[in-house]
Structures are given as structure tokens and as C-alpha cells.
């Protein structure tokens, strides 16, 4: 097969490449370090990179480049699972479960996990890269404004399966989120809307209100009792997951691979979306739905395995057709072409050593990130033994620095403290705060890609019915807005029967892995 002799070819040249193999180690280890802290994003950091690339030979730049973005995606579940601040946003996903597995002592495995779980969808999605590229670049060209919008509409539905307790205060909270990402250029017209004259808030400021949500209202929530000491100190415990327990869990991350891949070839998706679809996903095949949002491990394999799914479905595009999927690829089209590299097919035939090289250097980078990340997290885990009245500053200092290092704006910094002052609140009355996030990420992407469809449609709605993927995803975002409303009605008589949910209790009690078959 000619791909596999050319990775073959490709490995061989990358071995007599020592400088581009020490630069994909600080790369991951970079990336690690930027994605671990909030507010800093895998885009942030392929774009402070990006110059220092410029006198390198375009193996080693684009391999430093390709380091940062896997250990960026990968690093944003670390704190997100000791401290409950997601790193990035595709991390939030993972802060909902993984939080909870710390809070019962299970660290260890959570983080372990999340770094086996990035890896196999890493690698898995490079592969598909590799042997799967022309193909799967058609498909994604079939998506118009219709199909964006009806993959917007199908992350949004995704709300009533992170809503936690109560699906009503999840729609309530995911209301909000969206009538808050209606603040900031109009997507068509590109005039200002509810921004009360603040240039600030042209761009609907969704990192600060993710960080002050997630991290400073934890933070808050920690102050009514600062003298405690963390009592999940000694929690860490085993990070390599037993086989018979992962196991279980390959099939989840087999199927949220694939979605994230899917979703990552669509041009203007992204991690935290995959990460979403992919927990929704794996809570509506699990035995245990009810499990989710308590401390699953299933939960957190899916996010983990589809955000860095999604690493090589936006590099597929990017590289064969030129056309970014994501943020961090954006930056990396520019630093392809200032390495005199035209991304599209004609790369693939003029560059196919290069190319095949740097695929097998992808491989080597999700290598890299599995051992460091193993290496690091005993490191990391020794957060958990601070006392909360020295953790709770750190947290704040972090959540600060974080937020103003995004555009050096003390503004964005008042909005993540409201966010938490908001968000503790929440907490306090049982509002759950990641459909706000979700409605931010999603609520732009879906009205900009419905009025784009009804502008090319000349104001007739057609294309809602009369596009077949659109239909699918319509009518997939329905049922999964209605499974929760369904499969509570069904389980409402089976609850009735004596001795049921003991039964349950007890069998997963015994065995908690399985309930993320």
C-alpha cells in the first residue's frame, strides 16, 4: 500500500532528524504547560510559536507547531480534573465528570483516563489522516450553511443532557447563555448589538465567563471554609487505569474518536464541540445514564477521546483542501505557507516525503504526549495536598492572569468575576453553568449559518426539509432533546418495582466501570 510505505519512508527520514524530534518534545511540553493553564488556549500558543518557526526547516517548525496544538487539547483536562478549571474550552466537557470522580478520591484514574483516552483519539484520528484524507475532505465539503446550522442546533439539544438534576433550570441557564452570545457584531450586518458602546464586547466574551464560571465560582464556593484541608490530599492514588476497567471504555472511545474525526473535517467546528457531542453521545448508549454527571469515568474517556479526535479531522482538511477546521489549524495554514508549503492536493503530490514525515511525527508527538503526560501528573496531582486557604488564591491568581493574558484587558477580567460571582450563586441553588457555556459556543455558529442559508435560499426555508444531512441532524437534535423527557417516563414504572435500584447500586458499587458500557 503506497501510504504505508511512504509512513514507512517517512519514519526512517524523521530518525536521522534528531533537532525536529528534541523540537516535538518541547513542543508537547509546551503545550501541556498552556493548555493545563486557564485561559491560555492551543491557539494562543501555536500563535506565540509561530514566529520562532520562521528560521527552522519546515519539519522541525511544523512539528514544534503540531506538538503545542496535542499537548495543548490534552493539558486543558489536567486542572480541569483536579481543580474543575478547564484549561481550554474543549476541557469544560471534562471538568463536568472529571471533577467528580476527584471529589471521590479517584484522581488518579480520571487523569489517567483522560491521557489514555487523548491519546488513542489522537492517534486513531492521525491515522485516519493518513489513509482516509481525500475521502473524508469530500464528505466534508457537502456541509453548506444548512448542515452548519443543523449541527449548531444539535449541540444546542446537547443541553438537555448536561442539565445534571433538573433538564427545566439546564434549558433555563442554556436560555441565558444564548441570549448573552446575542451580545457583539452582528454576524451579517457587522453592526454592534446590546454592547452598551464597549469595543470590548464586540466579540461575545465567552473564555472570561467559561473560567469565571467553572474555576472562580469553585473558588468562591471554596471560601466558606478556607481552613480545610483539602481532604482528597493522599487521592491521587493509581493514574495507570486497571485493563479489565478500560476495557470497558474502548468502545466509548472507539465511537467518540469518530465523532470528533467527523466533526473536526467540518470547517468551522472544533474541539469543545466535539467534546460535547461526544459526552452526549456516550451518555445515550450508556447502561447508566443517570451516572453522568456524578463522577463518570465513560464521560470522561469521551470528551478526552473526542476533542483530540478532532486534532487530526482539522488538520485533514487543512492540509488536503486548505480549508482550516478549527482556530489552532488557521494559524497553522499560516505557518505552512510561511514555510513557502501551498496547503491542498497539489502538497500531497510536490511534498509527499515531507508530508509523510510529519504524519509520522504526529504519531510520534501523541507518543510523546502519553508518556509526558503520565510523567506529569504526579507532579500535578500534589495540587490536591494544598490546604484550600493556600489553593483558593492560587486558583483566583490563576483565573486573573488567565484571563487577562487573553487580550491584556482588565475589562475581560470584571466580566469573569461577575461570571463567578454568578456562577457561585448557581451553584448554590443547583443551576447548572455548562449549558451556558455550550449556548455561547454553539449560539453564534447557529445564527450566523441559519441567516446565511435563508440569505442563499432567498428568504425561503426550504432548506430545512429539503437537504438530506440537514434533516438527519434536525431530527437527531429532537430526539435527543426528548430522550431524557422519554427515558424518564420509562424508568418511572421500573423505579416502582421492589429491590430494583438496590440491585443497581450494588452491581455498580462492585464494578463501577461498567457502567460506562
Not at 483536562?77 to 474543549?90: E, H, M, N, Q, R
Not at 484514574?109 to 492517534?123: E, N, P, Q, R, V
Not at 426550504?462 to 420509562?490: N, S
Amino acid at each position: 500500500m503506497y501510504e504505508l510505505d511512504m509512513l514507512m519512508q517517512g519514519f526512517r527520514t524523521l530518525l536521522g532528524q534528531p533537532f525536529a524530534l528534541l523540537l516535538s518534545v518541547v513542543g508537547v511540553i509546551v503545550g501541556i504547560v498552556i493548555g493545563a493553564l486557564p485561559g491560555l488556549t492551543a491557539t494562543m500558543g501555536v500563535a506565540i510559536l509561530l514566529p520562532f518557526t520562521f528560521g527552522l526547516d519546515p519539519l522541525s517548525g511544523l512539528l514544534m507547531i503540531c506538538g503545542v496544538f496535542f499537548g495543548g487539547v490534552y493539558g486543558g483536562s489536567i486542572t480541569a480534573i483536579l481543580l474543575k478549571i478547564p484549561g481550554t474550552p474543549a476541557a469544560a466537557a471534562t471538568a463536568i465528570d472529571g471533577y467528580e470522580l476527584t471529589r471521590k478520591g479517584q484522581a488518579g484514574i480520571a487523569l489517567g483516563t483522560a491521557t489514555c483516552s487523548s491519546f488513542l483519539g489522537g492517534t486513531i484520528s492521525v491515522f485516519v489522516l493518513i489513509f482516509l484524507a481525500p475521502l473524508l475532505a469530500s464528505f466534508a465539503l457537502e456541509f453548506s450553511a444548512s448542515e452548519s446550522f443543523a449541527l449548531a442546533v444539535f449541540g444546542l439539544s446537547i443541553i438537555a443532557s448536561i442539565s445534571g438534576k433538573s433538564v427545566v433550570k439546564g434549558l433555563i441557564t442554556g436560555f441565558l447563555g444564548l441570549l448573552i452570545a446575542t451580545v457583539g457584531l452582528d454576524p451579517m450586518g457587522g453592526f454592534p448589538r446590546f454592547t452598551g458602546g464597549y469595543t470590548e464586547l464586540f466579540n461575545v466574551p465567552f473564555i472570561p465567563v467559561m473560567i469565571g464560571l467553572f474555576a472562580a465560582a469553585e473558588a468562591f464556593k471554596s471560601m466558606e471554609d478556607p481552613a480545610v484541608r483539602n481532604s482528597l490530599a493522599a487521592a491521587l492514588g493509581r493514574v495507570v487505569p486497571p485493563w479489565t476497567t478500560y476495557r470497558r471504555l474502548l468502545p466509548t472511545v472507539g465511537r467518540s474518536s469518530a465523532l470528533g474525526i467527523i466533526i473536526g473535517i467540518i470547517p468551522g467546528a472544533g474541539a469543545d464541540i466535539a467534546a460535547f457531542v461526544a459526552y452526549n453521545e456516550a451518555k445515550r448508549f450508556s447502561r447508566t445514564p443517570e451516572n453522568f454527571g456524578k463522577g463518570e469515568l465513560a464521560a470522561v474517556a469521551a470528551c478526552e477521546s473526542g476533542a483530540n479526535g478532532c486534532t487530526g479531522g482539522a488538520l485533514l482538511t487543512m492540509l488536503t483542501l486548505g480549508i482550516p477546521g478549527d482556530a489552532v489549524t488557521a494559524v497553522m495554514l499560516g505557518a505552512l505557507t510561511l514555510q513557502g508549503l501551498q496547503p491542498g492536493p497539489l502538497l500531497f503530490r510536490e511534498h509527499a516525503d515531507l508530508v509523510f514525515t510529519l504524519f509520522a511525527g504526529m504519531l510520534v508527538c501523541y507518543v510523546l504526549m502519553l508518556v509526558l503526560g503520565f510523567a506529569s501528573l504526579r507532579v500535578m496531582g500534589r495540587i490536591l495536598q494544598m490546604p484550600k486557604s493556600v489553593l483558593t488564591p492560587v486558583i483566583l491568581a490563576l483565573c486573573i492572569v488567565g484571563t487577562y493574558a487573553l487580550n491584556n484587558s482588565l475589562f475581560d477580567v470584571g466580566i469573569m468575576l461577575a461570571a463567578g460571582v454568578i456562577g457561585y450563586f448557581m451553584q448554590k441553588w443547583d443551576f447548572p453553568a455548562s449549558p451556558v457555556v455550550l449556548a455561547l459556543i454553539m449560539g453564534p455558529m447557529a445564527e450566523a449559518n441559519f441567516r446565511r442559508a435563508l440569505s442563499l435560499s432567498g428568504g425561503s426555508y426550504d432548506f430545512l426539509y429539503t437537504r438530506p444531512i440537514t434533516v438527519c441532524l434536525l431530527v437527531v437534535a429532537g430526539l435527543t432533546l426528548m430522550l431524557p423527557l422519554v427515558r424518564r417516563m420509562w424508568r418511572k414504572p421500573q423505579s416502582d418495582v421492589p429491590g430494583t435500584q438496590a440491585k443497581t447500586d450494588a452491581a455498580l458499587a462492585a464494578d463501577p466501570a461498567r457502567s460506562g458500557e
